[in-house]
């Protein structure tokens, strides 16, 4: 099983901060890594695929890097709604697919 | 616009049986692999099990199989989730998604709990 690994686990931040969260394989997933976003008492919503490409209707200032087993969620400047949990998800082997832990933004 | 809209799930006692369903709308369903994802209180996203577009080829994690079975049926737009033997360690929020070659989880159902408790 490849496991994956989020760092942080939770970031206190602010509106209009830059944001970096991080995500770690245990083994190479090549470019097939999803980013989702999820707030309290919501499904999941799909933010980036394939690493480093929007879903249809991701605002420009999400941003997803990395392949092999390093990869970066950025979001470049924080708005209030994008207060949630962040997942990283890999799906190399799919079906067997593994999600991290999550990231969860706090308002600092 | 895609649909995916579940039902089912509630109360079961241990060892009990579950179903949930999860209807489909807005989008061609048997061209698509489709998966159930679970979420524990408070905890993160676990895959449960994904089933191919015509249904023959099914997968599930370790920590179900034998006791879940993954199910379709394309004319009915409706995938399944057949729950037996079920344990406590199975309560959860359970998801269907939308499975494409991009990304597992492209499209996702509002959820429903499955609460396992004598």
């Known amino acids: 099983e490849i496991l994956m690994t989020q760092s942080p686990a939770t970031l206190s931040v602010s509106p209009r901060e830059r944001v970096t969260l991080s995500c770690r394989a245990s083994?190479?997933?090549?470019?097939?890594l999803a980013w989702y976003q999820q707030k309290p008492g919501q499904a999941p919503r799909l933010l980036i695929y394939?690493?480093?490409t929007r879903a249809p209707g991701i605002p420009a200032r999400f941003s997803g890097s990395g392949s092999g087993t390093e990869f970066t969620l950025t979001i470049s400047s924080l708005q209030s709604e994008d207060f949630a949990v962040y997942y990283c998800?890999?799906?190399?082997?799919?079906?067997?697919?593994?999600f991290g832990q999550g990231t969860r933004l706090d308002f600092k | 616009e895609v649909q995916l809209l579940q039902s089912g799930g509630g109360l079961a006692q241990p060892g009990g049986s579950l179903r949930l369903s999860c209807s489909a709308s807005?989008?061609?369903?048997?061209?698509?692999?489709m998966t159930w994802v679970r979420q524990a209180p408070g905890k993160g996203l676990e895959w449960v099990s994904s089933?191919?577009?015509?249904?023959?080829?099914?997968y599930h994690a370790d920590s179900v199989k034998g006791r879940f079975t993954i199910s379709r049926d394309n004319f009915k737009n409706t995938l399944y989730l057949n729950m037996n033997s079920l344990r406590v360690e199975d309560t959860a929020t359970y998801y269907c998604?939308?499975?494409?070659?991009?990304?597992?989880?492209?499209?996702w159902g509002q959820g429903t709990p499955v609460t396992v408790s004598s």
């Open positions: 998604a939308q499975t494409t070659v991009v990304a597992p989880g492209w499209s």
């Open positions: 807005g989008f061609t369903f048997n061209a698509y692999a």
């Open positions: 089933i191919s577009t015509s249904g023959g080829d099914t």
């Open positions: 083994q190479s997933v090549r470019s097939h």
């Open positions: 394939g690493a480093s």
């Open positions: 998800q890999q799906y190399n082997n799919w079906p067997q697919d593994t």
